[in-house]
């Protein structure tokens, strides 16, 4: 299914990322744009926002230049070395650059600490290092007003360098604002915690740490969540299969082979 | 007479000292306890019947939802959500349903839209009912519980004639409704409206005044509005604190744009205030049912969406104002049928962190009171 699914996405953003960026929001212009070449099929795709299954492999096929024998064998292999982390220009809406004054401030005082500012979908994200990382939260919180920490989340790309994204949804209650900042780490490496700035950081953090191995310096008590405290392994972790489990934990405490 | 008395009391103060120090004990509150509605197991440290601190040890009930989610095509974790929160499942597969749309930029169609919303509301009532009936039946009013259950079965009732589903319903899909409202439904919810009212009313005689539940509640578990933000506290239990803030019309979603309807606030933050905020906030939700229901529109309850659902790579954050408090999905796409990661930001995981707050110098039998005005549930904490 994976392999399916990529095939058309390596394909066409071919002809579609040179139109793309400069669209709107809207899925269906970007989709349209590019293929008006091939007028048949034009009214097809449009209809569907997301991405076909059948569909846009058959749209994109005529659209490449290249000849289709040629680019059928190139689609896995270009995919298959990092398929989730290409920001593989979709079928979709790609993020645009998000300007704002907010946006220039962090930038003129923290330089190359800010390594992306975009709006996907009307929503607001900062991609930080995560060295300048602590600066940041405690400026959000103290001078642009988000008070309120929403979440701390992390995802997991094991094919990547950075590992990990640890990411914080922060809202501002006077701005009616909400936005991401998030931060790559490598497996491994410390974030430093943010319950002194948001006391609710506290149990998240705590979540992170179980979920994933991500060790947050200063917590004032960071230990096992939701798994019991001597569970080995850190389950989100794309490495973690889905019926794997601590097998010495579970004979022990529970007394049966499996708890599968 | 007395100063021989006083005499022996001093002595006794200063010979002895252990015997009028007590010392600290460590109490395990659960996870089998009644009243913390279900496995929730609070270690209290205690100094008599004073709570000198709490620990809150949680994940009894973890089945790793979000890896399941992982594991799923997107259709397939539509009916999981619902078990997270399984007394407002509905407003749990809502959450997630606008959260793909998002992600697939697609919008429910209007009729949808006022299905949807009148389903949520009916689901907010219930959920308030059950937290009404259990709060009350731990500070032990048992009628209440009793009289909520029987009204509450009357939504639960208007659930399955809609979905054929009492409790996880599973009511909504990706892009819309896949039930059409049936015969009578408008009716239904109408006569629902009417029905309720009154006894709400019921509800209300036997607590708001009553003496008992007034002691039991008034000052009990105060927390502060600036301690409700650095907490990350919402739902009703922010609102008590005073700050008025509620998704529905923060961010609206759905047709909430459309509804009229007000922010029940409180004033002191303390357990009667909530109470006094949920019971408001009922009223206001038949409200916003009585509106909706003259008001659904006619036309499609599907938006175009594809049978496989494929959204486009990316990552989208939304949340809902669940009866509980935020409800968000952090979804992120790597344009396959499967998400590459959902993220689910419970509220009552967040809200259950503010009992070592609200407990701090009360008595044991306030930290019973606390869990139940907290309303949470350990489906959605645990997950």
Redesign the interface.
């Known amino acids: 299914m994976p392999e399916e699914s990529k095939g058309p996405e390596s394909v066409s953003p071919l002809p579609e990322g040179a139109k793309a960026p400069s669209e709107t929001a809207s899925p269906d212009k970007p989709q349209a744009v590019p293929l008006t070449p091939s007028a048949e099929v034009k009214p097809l795709t449009g209809t569907a926002s997301g991405a076909s299954e059948a569909k846009p492999t058959e749209a994109a096929k005529p659209a490449t230049p290249a000849p289709t024998a040629a680019a059928k064998p190139a689609a896995p292999a270009a995919a298959a070395p990092k398929p989730a982390a290409t920001p593989a220009k979709p079928t979709g809406p790609v993020p645009e650059p998000w300007e704002s004054e907010l946006v220039t401030g962090l930038k003129q005082q923290y330089g190359s600490g800010i390594l992306e500012a975009s709006r996907y979908l009307g929503q607001r994200y900062l991609i930080v290092d995560s060295s300048v990382l602590p600066e940041i939260l405690r400026r959000m919180r103290e001078e642009e007003g988000f008070d309120y920490c929403v979440d701390i989340t992390a995802v997991h790309y094991p094919k990547r360098e950075h590992q990990f994204d640890v990411v914080y949804v922060l809202y501002s209650f006077a701005k009616n604002e909400r936005i991401r900042v998030k931060t790559r780490i490598k497996d491994g490496e410390h974030v430093p915690s943010a319950v002194s700035i948001w006391a609710t950081a506290n149990w998240l953090e705590r979540e992170v740490f179980d979920m994933f191995g991500i060790v947050f310096d200063g917590h004032p008590g960071l230990k096992r969540i939701l798994l019991p405290e001597d569970w080995h392994g850190h389950p989100l972790r794309k490495d973690y299969d889905i019926l794997q489990q601590d097998k010495e934990w579970v004979h022990i405490n529970l007394g049966i082979e499996s708890g599968q | 007479m007395s100063d021989s008395t006083k005499l022996d009391y001093l002595d006794l103060d200063t010979k002895d000292k252990t015997f009028l120090d007590s010392t600290e004990m460590v109490l395990n509150m659960g996870p089998q306890h009644p009243s913390t509605h279900g496995v929730l197991r609070v270690i209290l440290k205690l100094d008599g019947e004073k709570v000198m601190g709490t620990e809150c040890v ?2 009894y009930l ?1 089945r ?1 939802v ?3 989610g ?2 799923r095509t997107y259709t397939m974790f539509n009916p999981y959500v619902d078990r997270m929160d399984y007394v407002a499942a509905v407003s749990n597969g809502l959450g997630y349903c606008e959260t793909v749309e ?5 919008e429910a169609p209007p009729r949808a839209q006022y299905i949807r919303v009148i389903m949520t509301e009916l689901c907010r009532i219930a959920s308030h009912q059950v937290w009404l009936g259990t709060h009350a039946l731990d500070i032990g009013a048992i009628t209440p519980l009793f009289y909520a259950f029987r009204d509450r079965e009357e939504i639960l009732r208007i659930f399955e004639k809609y979905c054929g589903a009492r409790l996880t319903t599973h009511a909504f899909r990706i892009g819309g409704c896949i039930y059409e409202a049936y015969d009578g439904f408008e009716e239904d919810v109408k006569r629902y409206c009417t029905f309720f009212l009154p006894k709400l009313d019921e509800y209300e005689k036997l607590l708001t005044t009553n003496r008992i539940w007034v002691t039991r509640t008034k000052g009990v578990g105060i927390l502060k509005p600036e ?1 409700c ?5 919402t739902g009703p239990v922010l609102r008590a604190s005073g ?1 008025k ?1 509620d998704l529905r019309k ?2 609206p979603y759905e047709c909430y744009k459309d509804l009229d309807f007000d922010i029940p606030t409180g004033i002191n933050g303390d357990t009667y205030d909530r109470y006094l905020v949920r019971i408001a906030e009922i009223r206001q939700s038949v409200r916003i049912l009585q509106q909706a229901v003259e008001r659904i529109p006619t036309g499609p309850i599907m938006a ?14 939304h ?1 809902i104002e669940a009866p509980k408090g ?1 409800l ?1 999905y ?1 979804i ?1 796409s ?4 499967q998400p ?2 959902v ?1 689910v ?1 419970p509220p009552s ?2 809200n259950l ?1 503010a009992l070592d707050t609200m407990v701090r110098g009360m008595l044991v039998a306030d930290v019973v009171a606390v869990i139940g005005t907290l309303d949470i549930v350990l489906g959605e904490v ?2």
């Open positions: 949680i994940g973890h790793g979000e890896k399941i992982e594991n998002k992600l697939l930029n697609v301690d933000i650095a907490l990350g506290v700050v803030w923060a961010q175009k969406v594809p049978k496989v659902i494929k959204p486009p790579v990316g990552e989208v954050y949340s935020e968000g952090f992120v790597d344009g396959s049928t590459y990661r993220r930001r995981f967040v962190q645990d997950r």
